[in-house]
């Protein structure tokens, strides 16, 4: 085998990317961009800003892929903005930034459905993410999978599920990276 010097020189200046760091876009920089609040959703519709709830920022911000923070836990008041501020801005993230597997948990069926039809999808209408929102799997013949039902959707590099803590084998089969529990007050023990 006859190695050229420029092929060398090629190889570790390849090797050599490897070693850099990647640069991720902060979660809430992202959300900035790209969100839109539907006006029946909340009484301050148009373009998402931390600038009402800035306190959610830095925590939302923790959520991005070079964070080394692996849990957040947050305790606070009743209709404090926290699912629009921090859980829908970090399930966004994961679907049109940097896509991965995500598992939202709801205290039940009917949460989950209900989270899925008033905030997700409008969250992914809003952002103008819908075009990814399809079935990543190939199809078998005659298949009618759309990768977008009531508790499941599916995006380039990952997929959302839905799930209700009242059923736990739901959590099985699935590998997640990012995790989101809303409503732990109201969970079965």
């Known amino acids: ?7 060398v020189d090629f190889l570790i200046s390849q090797f ?20 839109y609040l539907d006006k029946e959703l909340t009484p301050f ?7 009402r709830a800035p306190f959610f ?21 009743n209709q404090m903005a ?7 801005p970090v399930l966004l993230y994961y679907i049109g930034c940097n896509p991965t597997p995500q ?9 989950a459905k209900q989270a899925m039809n008033t905030k997700v999808d409008r ?23 759309t990768g977008d039902t009531t508790l499941k959707k599916e995006y380039p590099s990952g997929y959302l599920h839905a799930v209700s803590a009242k059923t736990p084998k739901s959590f099985r089969n699935f590998s997640y990276k990012i995790i989101l529990v809303d409503e732990l007050d109201a969970m079965p023990d």
């Open 16 to 35: 050599a990317t490897l070693l850099e760091k990647r640069e991720f876009k902060l979660p809430s920089v992202y959300a900035e961009e790209v969100r």
């Open 57 to 77: 920022r830095e925590i939302v911000d923790l959520f991005a892929p070079d964070n080394p923070c692996r849990k957040v836990v947050l305790l606070k008041g």
């Open 82 to 88: 926290a699912t629009t501020s921090v859980l829908e």
């Open 1 to 7: 085998m006859n190695i050229v010097k420029g092929d």
């Open 45 to 51: 519709p148009g373009k998402f800003s931390f600038d």
């Open 123 to 145: 969250m992914i209408d809003g952002a103008n993410l819908r075009n990814l929102i399809f079935a990543q799997a190939r199809k078998a013949a005659g298949s009618r999978s």
């Open 103 to 111: 598992l939202l948990v709801e205290p039940d069926d009917d949460r």
